[in-house]
Every structure is written in C-alpha cells, then in structure tokens.
C-alpha cells in the first residue's frame, strides 16, 4: 500500500511560483514512476508532469513546459513540481499519483494505482 499526502498550493497571482510536495508512504516509493496530473473545474483529469524511478527521467505536458520542473527525493519519500511563470489557466486541483505496476515512465492516467487527495492552486490575473 501506498499513501500520497500533497501540500504546497495556494493562491498566487500570475507570473509567481509555488512548489507542490507530495509525501508518500510505503518502502517501495523508490521503485514506482510518479505523476501529477490536474483537474480544473469543469474539466476532465489531464496529465502535468511524470518522472522515473530509476533514472529519474521526466517528461511533461506542452502546456507546462518550460515551466514547471518535477522531481524526487526517494531518501525522503518526496515528490516535487515547482511552478514558475504560472498562468490562470493553471488554476486546477493538483494530484500525485504513484504507477505501482510500471517499471517506465507513463502519461496515461489509468496506469496509475495510488492518487493523493489533491491540493488546489489559484492563479489570478
């Protein structure tokens, strides 16, 4: 079993930055590629941002990069997106999940088995 806490959002005017964490459970974090995906209002689930668990490879959304940059710290169980030059658009619930059952990298949302409770984020104009 693994457990997602997420922290780190908030609200902030266009052009700032904030930092999600996500804290997970579980002796095996290490092993799994990790995701954050976002949900804005009235809109579907899209994929952010992922990173490997070997290598630590990333790969990201064309809307967000350049932008944002997501990492791992397996000592501390953490992961990270740090989000400059944020936009309105970006406002959304931001969600980390953890793809248990891959051994590679992975955008598609149903490959993920363990989803954190979401943070919001607000960018105003």
């Known amino acids: 079993q693994v457990q997602l806490v997420e922290s780190g959002g908030g609200l902030v005017q266009a052009g700032g930055s904030l930092r999600l964490s996500c804290a997970a459970s579980g002796r095996t974090f290490s092993f799994y590629p990790m995701g954050w995906f976002r949900q804005a209002p009235g809109k579907e689930r899209e994929f952010a941002a992922a990173i490997g668990w070997r290598y630590s490879s990333t790969y990201y959304a064309d809307s967000v990069k350049g932008r944002f940059t997501i990492s791992r710290d397996n000592a501390k169980n953490t992961v990270y997106l740090q989000m400059n030059s944020l936009k309105p658009e970006d406002t959304a619930v931001y969600y980390c999940?953890?793809?248990?059952?891959?051994?590679?990298?992975?955008?598609?949302?149903?490959?993920?088995?363990?989803w954190g409770q979401g943070t919001q984020v607000t960018v105003s104009s």
């Open positions: 999940a953890a793809a248990s059952g891959k051994r590679t990298i992975t955008i598609r949302a149903y490959e993920y088995d363990y």
